[in-house]
């Protein structure tokens, strides 16, 4: 009888995806999928360390499913993949990793650098799919652990992706969501390694390009591929929307806006984190750009492109923000009038740079401010009708 596996993922959706294809390397093994985790002789647990006190989740959530299951190491055998285990790998003392592997001494660790793309992904019902054109970022946001966790960005081949995506058009999806933590600057890495500067690049289709040079991280030109990957997904036919996440504002170039410009199936509906809307603390969070030049990036979005709207992140309370900057972030919202945005509080987080920073905003503060946010966006999205209900929890939130 063949062995079932089961797979419990958490975080955002390029977790997911990765959960998509581990499924599709247990099934070329010859595993098949578990109803339930009581079935399973294999459990993958897809770990996300964006939470706080996530390697300690962790340990109680094995403790938990192995009690669940009512089975010790022997019959069900359980593998821990995702964030945590990235962090660990990359960890240079190597202490995450030694403690880890003391805790949960007969759990196996799958860094997901060892999953290929090989396999086509399991995908979930429905008609999205969700393609990852790369994985890992070099921007080093002082706020985030990802570039720990996932490593240096590295691109996946031009025409494996187009690949993939005719592959899931085939299969009967009509939507796909192109994955990366900087989906912009795809390319980057492997034009930088193979081509030299000013050269062109040959398109799986044949046709020869100037590669995209966008300005990264405020000290350096970069060339990268990706309005030219936008745009043949987005004339594959069968996909009838397409959609990236994250785009970041200091890659997105005149080249792209055109593309969105030109195909009306590519999303309307653009994320782009714009974090907070003082410059002082755009530039403590390592990032590059200016309040100024994130407007002037939505208005040329929003001149080619009329029927945009942008959903956008947001941290408040990040060390050192004042009432003033805290009054920035409430006025850029206020001017680019989010239809959604995904706010936080900031928490420090291992690794980090931020983490050296005196997180000096009182807890209280921290929540006070995000429901103001939170009330803004929704106010202004025309939301006002969830105020009342988002209003009790923020309340709660803020007199705990
Ligand atoms: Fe994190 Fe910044 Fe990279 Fe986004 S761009 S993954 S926030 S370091």
């Given at each position: 009888m063949s062995k079932k596996y089961f797979i419990q993922t958490f975080g955002c959706q390029q977790n997911t995806a990765d959960s998509e294809r581990i499924a599709s390397q247990y099934e070329a093994r010859g595993f098949v999928l578990a109803r339930s985790l009581e079935e399973a002789d294999t459990l993958v647990v897809n770990t996300c360390i964006v939470r706080d006190r996530a390697e300690e989740k962790v340990y109680g959530l094995v403790q938990n499913l192995r009690e669940k299951a009512k089975r010790g190491p022997g019959d069900l055998h359980i593998v821990i993949t995702g964030c945590l285990v990235g962090a660990a790998a990359r960890e240079p003392s190597g202490k995450l990793m030694k403690r880890m592997k003391s805790r949960l001494p007969n759990e196996e660790f799958l860094p997901?650098?060892?999953?290929?793309?090989?396999h086509e992904p399991k995908r979930a019902t429905g008609k999205m799919a969700s393609i990852v054109i790369s994985n890992g970022?070099?921007?080093?946001?002082?706020?985030?652990i990802v570039p720990f966790s996932r490593g240096k960005e590295r691109s996946r081949p031009f025409g494996e992706i187009l690949h993939e995506v005719q592959e899931a058009v085939e299969a009967g999806k009509t939507e796909v969501v192109l994955l990366g933590q900087n989906v912009n600057s795809y390319g980057a890495d492997f034009l930088m390694e193979k081509i030299k500067e000013g050269a062109e690049y040959e398109l799986p289709s044949g046709k020869k390009v100037k590669p995209v040079m966008v300005k990264h991280l405020g000290r350096h030109r970069i060339p990268t591929l990706f309005p030219y990957l936008l745009e043949a997904v987005a004339e594959?036919?069968?996909?009838?929307k397409v959609s990236f996440l994250s785009a970041n504002p200091w890659d997105f170039s005149d080249e792209l806006i055109d593309v969105i410009a030109k195909h009306?199936?590519?999303?309307?509906y653009l994320h782009l984190p714009i974090q907070a809307g003082s410059d002082k603390i755009i530039k403590a969070m390592n990032r590059w750009y200016t309040r100024d030049e994130y407007l002037a990036l939505i208005e040329r979005i929003q001149v080619k492109v009329p029927d945009v709207e942008f959903t956008t992140d947001i941290i408040v309370g990040f060390p050192g923000e004042t009432r003033e900057d805290f009054e920035a972030t409430l006025d850029i919202v206020r001017r680019v009038k989010f239809t959604k945005a995904f706010v936080a509080w900031y928490s420090p987080r291992p690794g980090?740079?931020?983490?050296?920073?005196?997180?000096?905003?009182d807890i209280h503060e921290k929540k006070r401010r995000f429901t103001e946010l939170d009330h803004l966006i929704l106010r202004l999205s025309g939301r006002e009708h969830l105020i009342e209900k988002m209003g009790k929890t923020g309340a709660e939130r803020v007199s705990e």
């Open positions: 997901m650098e060892d999953v290929g793309f090989e970022c070099n921007n080093f946001c002082a706020f985030c594959i036919p069968g996909v009838e009306p199936n590519i999303d309307r980090t740079a931020a983490l050296k920073m005196p997180d000096d905003i």
